[in-house]
């Protein structure tokens, strides 16, 4: 597991963009696995701004997102299909018919079902980049969470709930549960790229590398993939034991 600590955010996710971005010249007919959450929208950001600048196509790329609510139509204010549409589809050049949410509108055994053929099809998932939830989750991948599970509905705990709930409007009905691609899934990307940023997912960071690999630590898993990178800020990184060897690791290290 390689580790990369940066001064801000910004600076992390803009080095999180250039890894994706150099996947997909190197290989324009990538599939990604894809994020959704307010740490990933500067990347996303970046990656429009490159291609509006003519450095990077999506026009051959497949992706596959993480994970979709319960419930929510692809139309819905709150969707993850929608908020992927927002901040990175309309913008690129991508294909639609090559991009893939779990539809949350259908019933889930069916829409988890159709997702895991629709990746053994067309994967395996060239890049999966993650986001850290401050309990340690990786997609909707709860702690708990069976270490060997494929593309599910999942319950979701409380603490993701609050954390999540500002994306809701009063009154609105917010869904408490989700389709969220496996661990085990997740773990058949050829390469995995985490961004974390900020204070508050400290200690997931440090379980995740650093500590024991255990369900209680969904992200703890990736300790035993060969091929991960995690991107982080200061804050992010501020409990890990062992940040002077990671930085001193990296020095003169290729990105990619």
Do not use: W
Not at 87 to 114: C, K, M, N, S, W
Not at 133 to 153: D, K, M, V, Y
């Amino acid at each position: 597991m390689r580790v990369r600590v940066h001064e801000d955010p910004a600076a992390a996710a803009a080095e999180a963009a250039e890894v994706l971005a150099r996947r997909l010249a190197d290989r324009p007919e990538a599939v990604l696995g894809l994020a959704t959450g307010g740490t990933m929208e500067p990347l996303y950001e970046d990656l429009i701004g490159r291609y509006k600048r003519g450095d990077l196509s999506f026009a051959k790329a497949t992706t596959f997102n993480l994970d979709e609510y319960v419930g929510l139509a692809p139309d819905h204010p709150q969707s993850y299909r929608r908020y992927m549409e927002e901040h990175l589809f309309r913008h690129v050049d991508i294909d639609p018919a090559r991009t893939h949410v779990p539809r949350g509108d259908l019933p889930p055994e069916e829409a988890a079902e159709a997702y895991e053929t629709d990746l053994a099809r067309l994967g395996p998932v060239d890049v999966q980049l993650l986001g850290l939830g401050r309990n340690g989750h990786i997609g909707f991948n709860e702690p708990t969470s069976s270490l060997a599970s494929r593309t599910r509905e999942k319950a979701l705990t409380a603490s993701t709930l609050r954390a999540n709930s500002r994306f809701f409007g009063e009154g609105e009905t917010q869904p408490t549960t989700a389709i969220t691609m496996g661990i085990a899934t997740i773990m058949e990307a050829r390469h995995i790229l985490v961004l974390a940023v900020g204070a508050k997912k400290a200690e997931a960071v440090v379980n995740m590398i650093e500590g024991p690999v255990a369900a209680m630590c969904p992200a703890s898993i990736l300790q035993h993939h060969p091929s991960v990178m995690v991107i982080l800020d200061t804050e992010a990184a501020c409990l890990l034991k062992l940040r002077e060897h990671y930085t001193v690791a990296e020095q003169g290290v290729a990105l990619v």
